[in-house]
T-cell receptor, first 112, second 112 residues
Framework: EDQVTQSPEALRLQEGESSSLNCSYT??????LFWYRQDPGKGPEFLFT???AGEEKEKERLKATLTKKESFLHITAPKPEDSATYLC?????????????FGQGTELSVKP | ETGVTQSPTHLIKTRGQQVTLRCSSQ?????VSWYQQALGQGPQFIFQ???????GRGNFPPRFSGLQFPNYSSELNVNALELDDSALYLC???????????FGEGSRLTVL
């Protein structure tokens, strides 16, 4: 069964304290792995798509990496405005009508 | 460029009632997906519409149904509401064949 597990469930950082969020996945033929940011009461905001092991993408203080079993979202010198829930999702290689399988998210809190 | 818009933003229904949620896709996007997000959980795939036809469905009962219109907007209908249907319902649009989904702000449904 296709599955996505994110850890930790919650993470508290001080401003400037770098860290990483983990996304472990089991999927029959990975078509793509996606990272989203979600603020309370809002819809998810697209961050990155990764397609193959070894791929990396960066955006401001965020960097996403991918291996054959997991993805990491590295946050360098975070600021309070980076506080949000970060969601990881995968799409399987077989025809699932565009279905994304999401993890439960990591709730990040950055204190000044 | 107009993003994904959903209506209503909040609504309260009682058990057994029916509800219709609406979504306008992002300009240039022809595919619409619907997700259900319970509190503290990741979004769960309900179904996807492409060219006015259902293009994939998750593990939701038939009382969850949808439509896509020629202008690519979409509706999600839920009949015989149950308490467990209380959730944030998210609409996402994409360009057919591409996987990046762009989400709306969601419709918060409370079933009493």
């Amino acid at each position: 069964e296709d599955q996505v597990t994110q850890s930790p469930e919650a993470l508290r950082l001080q401003e400037g304290e770098s860290s990483s969020l983990n996304c472990s996945y089991t999927v029959s033929g990975l078509r793509g792995l996606f990272w989203y940011r979600q603020d309370p009461g809002k819809g998810p905001e697209f961050l990155f798509t990764l397609y193959s092991a070894g791929e990396e993408k960066e955006k401001e203080r965020l960097k996403a990496t991918l291996t054959k079993k997991e993805s990491f979202l590295h946050i360098t010198a975070p600021k309070p405005e980076d506080s949000a829930t970060y969601l990881c999702a995968v799409q399987a290689g077989y025809n699932q009508g565009g279905k994304l399988i999401f993890g439960q998210g990591t709730e990040l809190s950055v204190k000044p | 460029e107009t993003g994904v818009t959903q209506s209503p933003t909040h609504l309260i229904k009682t058990r057994g009632q029916q509800v219709t949620l609406r979504c306008s896709s992002q300009s240039g996007h022809n595919t619409v997906s619907w997700y259900q997000q319970a509190l503290g959980q990741g979004p769960q795939f309900i179904f996807q519409y492409y060219r006015e036809e259902e293009n994939g469905r998750g593990n939701f009962p038939p009382r969850f149904s949808g439509l896509q219109f020629p202008n690519y907007s979409s509706e999600l209908n839920v009949n015989a509401l149950e308490l467990d249907d209380s959730a944030l319902y998210l609409c996402a649009s994409s360009i057919g064949g591409q996987s990046e989904l762009f989400f709306g702000e969601g419709s918060r449904l409370t079933v009493l």
